[in-house]
């Protein structure tokens, strides 16, 4: 069972920060995506209700705070610090979203970098300390993120964080117009008793 408000909040891993996506952030959030639209176009969400498209900026923020309000996503944006305790740029977005309390306990994650940091970490790090963050604070059971069996760098991330191939979903999302297949990877709260980012980060150095 849910326990008081579960956002605002920030998470921190030595430069990798994940905090709330605001307003204000339109600016660098759309010169980020702009500079990486072909790298992101082959995994964009698309909508095929008829004369359906994506919500602009101003849009997709305030949807993403009424499910913040309603406890069913935690809206992040990734971002990076060049000096410690300095500002924050951005360099990605992460959302779980699709939150059930009760009997389920569970949500699903997805997430994007910029190209420039793939391979860097990024994406691992910023999924781990998400999953923490739903598995030990929020009393979450199952983490799940569902990925296109063609994208090389997402599947990397999971296999890099340990999470279970739980197989396919044939057409299950529409994405970059037409309807996708996705593969589905899962995660318990019992797989990682001391935390998914120590896990992660101990893979890491050793």
Known sequence: MRLGPIWPVTLECDDLVLRPIRYRDKKEWTAVRGRNS??????????????????????????????AAAATALPFVI?????????????GQLTVSSIVWGSAMM???????????????????AVALATDHC???????????????ENGPSLRV??????????????YLHINGEWADHRTFALT????PEGLLHRWLATRTS
């Open 135 to 149: 598995f030990r604070t929020l009393g979450l059971h199952r983490m799940e993120i569902n990925i296109r069996p």
């Open 189 to 192: 709260s019992e797989e990682v």
């Open 158 to 171: 999971v296999e890099k964080l340990g999470f279970r191939d739980e197989g396919y979903r044939p057409r």
């Open 79 to 91: 971002a990076e610090r060049s000096v410690p305790g300095g500002p924050a740029a951005i360099v």
């Open 107 to 125: 949500a699903t994650l997805g997430y994007w970098v910029d190209q420039d940091r793939a391979g860097r970490g990024f994406a691992p790090t």
């Open 38 to 67: 072909e790298w992101l176009a082959p995994w964009e969400a698309s909508n095929p209700a008829p004369g359906g498209g994506l919500p602009d900026y101003r849009q997709m923020v305030r949807s993403l705070n009424s499910q």
